[in-house]
């Protein structure tokens, strides 16, 4: 039986607005996000192909988008940070790997990103903070 298992979004372009610039600041023109869920493997490894035995990311992206798209930030922490505490309401997500990044850094080139891990532990303190 397996002992690990994920669900995996790659280079989600999200609809959001970061940071203040000035006339000769280069302005990002895409916040792409990555997101590393460790879910239980029963999860994954499922007996039947019935919705009801996997977990469902549809509404966590639905909310992710709807977190890019409410105002706007100063900072990719403060979106991660949101967006870690949406993760934290879904009891199926144990731990989590996140990094948003931004392009272009300089001369139309390179992405700069933040990233957090959250392990099953520090899920655990956020679950009790929030409640």
Request: contains cysteine; glycine residues 6%.
């Amino acid at each position: 039986m397996p002992s690990q298992s994920y669900v995996e979004l790659k280079d989600l372009q999200i609809a959001v607005r970061i940071g203040t610039y000035g006339p000769d600041d280069v302005v990002p023109d895409a916040h792409l996000l990555d997101l590393t869920l460790t879910i239980a493997p029963h999860l994954v490894m499922v007996p039947r192909d019935e919705m009801a035995l996997v977990f469902d990311y549809d509404p966590l992206i639905r909310h992710i988008d709807t977190l890019a798209r409410a105002h706007h930030y100063e900072t990719q922490e403060r979106l991660v940070t949101c967006i870690v505490e949406a993760c934290a309401g879904y009891p199926q997500i144990e731990a989590l790997d996140i990094c948003l990044r931004k392009r272009p850094v300089l001369s139309g080139t390179g992405t700069l990103g933040v990233r957090l891990i959250v392990d099953g532990e520090a899920m655990a303190a956020l679950r009790n903070a929030i409640a």
